[in-house]
């Protein structure tokens, strides 16, 4: 009896050269923006100013945009991509501390997860052996675990790319290093995340599938490597998912009745725009019955898992700096406006 095979079928050459072809891709596609260090394996914003803060991220490659798609005006100045959902070591991230300190110092913008912490911290103390002042931003907004695969404590997702964007803004607008970090920090203390799937990513590099999930079931507050979350369970209607994920993202988040809020509804890699704008159109009318108000949104693959079919939401809690900070002009390969 022949027996049933799935295969992957992937846009690629060979895996092992993925990561360095996706980057001279975004080069090449965005040379007014970005340069590619291939040496090193980070981007490089192409005009950005000295004098002023600059702020690095990284992390692994399978999550783009982020981070390369980031960098630009009122964004990242540079992003360490590691190899497939592997963390960059600590050299490149000291690469890209110094090939964009323009005198005023360095953020470092950190996802919870155990590699990109300890290698950051690594490259943070090696860059202030060189004179560089660094300060370094956790991100910890995922509460659908304590603690999972990859990290002590909560995991590092979209309120990542809110704190990019606004520290950024913080960063152009002529901040110190301090008043930079503290408006990330702040990001990430007002912000909430939770995500969930219905099927796995798939790795360029693996013969199966991150994790195996029934055709009916779904993963309750999955991570973006595929990490598993609070539970696993059937498929329901939209309304009753974004139910229990606003549930879970405000019964820890402090934001009381006639609260502002941006809205970040962010897709996996494989769930179409179609049902994303249904995720938020559920989740304002959702908000809208807690009295809390959307006044800004932002709908779309931002932080991918490969070709994960799913979703997370993200809260953040505004006020008038944050808004003004949002607002601002940015000009990235994946995030632009006001420009």
Request: proline share 5%; hydrophobic share 45%.
């Amino acid at each position: 009896m022949a027996i049933a095979t799935h295969v992957m079928k992937k846009f690629i050459n060979d895996p092992a050269d993925v990561v360095k072809e996706s980057l001279a891709g975004l080069a090449a596609a965005h040379p007014d923006l970005v340069r590619v260090d291939f040496e090193n394996q980070i981007v490089v914003r192409k005009d950005a100013p000295t004098g002023k803060v600059a702020i690095i991220s990284g992390g692994g490659s399978g999550h783009e945009p982020m981070h390369g798609g980031f960098v630009g005006a009122g964004m990242l100045d540079a992003a360490c991509p590691g190899e497939v959902f592997t963390s960059p070591v600590p050299d490149q991230m000291l690469a890209a501390t110094k090939a964009v300190d323009g005198g005023a110092g360095v953020v470092h913008i950190v996802k919870n997860y155990t590699g990109d912490v300890m290698n950051f911290k690594l490259a943070a103390e090696m860059a202030e052996d060189e004179n560089i002042k660094v300060e370094s931003v956790l991100t910890n907004d995922d509460v659908a675990v304590e603690d999972s695969l990859y990290t002590a404590g909560r995991r590092g997702v979209g309120v990542t790319v809110l704190a990019e964007k606004i520290a950024g803004a913080k960063a152009e607008a002529g901040g110190s290093l301090e008043e930079v970090a503290a408006v990330a920090r702040k990001v990430n203390d007002n912000g909430r995340s939770f995500g969930v799937a219905f099927t796995s990513a798939w790795t360029p590099a693996s013969p199966t599938p991150t994790f195996e999930i029934g055709v009916d079931e779904m993963e309750f507050g999955v991570g973006i490597h595929g990490e598993p979350g609070r539970r696993r369970e059937k498929v329901k209607p939209v309304a009753e998912i974004v139910a229990e994920m606003s549930e879970a993202i405000l019964s820890d988040l402090d934001a009381p009745s006639g609260s502002n809020v941006l809205a970040f509804v962010n897709g996996l890699g494989g769930t179409p725009m179609i049902e994303l704008y249904v995720i938020y159109s559920e989740l304002a009318k959702q908000l809208a019955e807690r009295g809390l108000t959307a006044t800004r949104s932002l709908v779309g693959d931002y932080i991918t898992s490969l070709e994960m079919a799913g979703a997370s939401i993200t809260l953040l809690k505004l006020d008038d700096e944050l808004t003004a900070l949002w607002d601002a002009p940015v000009h990235t390969p994946a995030l632009r406006w006001g420009r």
